[in-house]
């Protein structure tokens, strides 16, 4: 089946400091892929929906100018969190469409102190 | 807006015992829905979908769910528990004709099989 790598698994970072998150597929061409976040004990919630070659669709409430996504190949999505504060530690996956399906990275867990 | 609700957020059961999972979910127009497993360490993986063919769905490892419109529920069931299929299940919706991708999820059951 499909594989999606999403690197790192767990980050730790300062306040203010900034997170690069990977979402790569490993054995197909994704040209959408999928953000998601989880805070403890709630859903998962979709926070955008990235687009090769073109800019992200934010869902309502999810700020562009903090969570920056670019998905600049077929096979790479990033989210970058920016200026990164307590309230954004959560727990971050991505998806990748193919034929119809959704395969998902095993996730990044972010700790901002 | 759509929203699913999984009932139990911790289920356990012993080996060999029936597994239910609960899952409603709301929506004006039946949806599409989804569950979902997550093993330690992974991604979540497809278990099983319904589109709009047969309302008694059958997915991966024994397990099927079926959808009942009157309930508004799409519950997940599996007739025997092996140890392997300890893990967090997620119900999920997507709403017919956006993208495949935009899916409204659970808030996850965790289920704990007993030897």
């Known amino acids: 089946g499909a594989v999606v790598s999403q690197h790192p698994s767990r980050v730790i970072c300062k306040s203010g400091t900034s997170v690069k998150i990977e979402c790569r597929s490993l054995?197909?061409?994704?040209?959408?892929m999928f953000w998601y976040r989880q805070f403890p004990k709630q859903s998962l919630m979709l926070m955008a929906t990235?687009?090769?070659?073109?800019?992200?669709?934010?869902e309502q409430g999810v700020e562009k100018d903090k969570f920056l996504i670019n998905h600049a190949s077929l096979t790479l999505s990033t989210l970058t969190v920016t200026s990164a504060h307590p309230e954004d530690s959560s727990f971050y996956i991505c998806?990748?469409?193919?034929?119809?399906?959704?395969?998902f990275g095993s996730g990044t867990q972010l700790s901002v102190l | 807006a759509q929203s699913v609700t999984q009932l139990g957020s911790h289920v356990s059961v012993s080996e060999g015992a029936l597994v239910l999972l609960r899952c409603n979910y709301s929506?004006?127009?039946?949806?599409?829905l989804f569950w979902y497993v997550q093993y330690p360490n992974q991604g979540l993986q497809l278990l099983l979908k319904?589109?709009?063919?047969?309302?008694l769905v059958k997915g991966i490892n024994g397990f099927e769910a079926e959808f009942k419109k009157s309930e508004t529920s799409f519950h997940l069931t599996k007739p025997s528990a092996h140890m392997s299929d300890a893990a967090e299940y997620f119900c999920?919706?997507?709403?017919?004709?956006?993208?495949?991708?935009?899916?409204?999820f659970g808030q996850g059951t965790i289920l704990t099989v007993h030897p």
């Open positions: 990235s687009n090769e070659g073109s800019k992200a669709t934010y």
């Open positions: 929506s004006s127009v039946p949806p599409y």
């Open positions: 998806s990748a469409s193919f034929n119809e399906k959704l395969f």
């Open positions: 999920a919706v997507s709403e017919r004709g956006t993208s495949y991708g935009k899916l409204t």
């Open positions: 054995d197909f061409q994704a040209t959408t």
């Open positions: 319904y589109t709009s063919a047969a309302t």
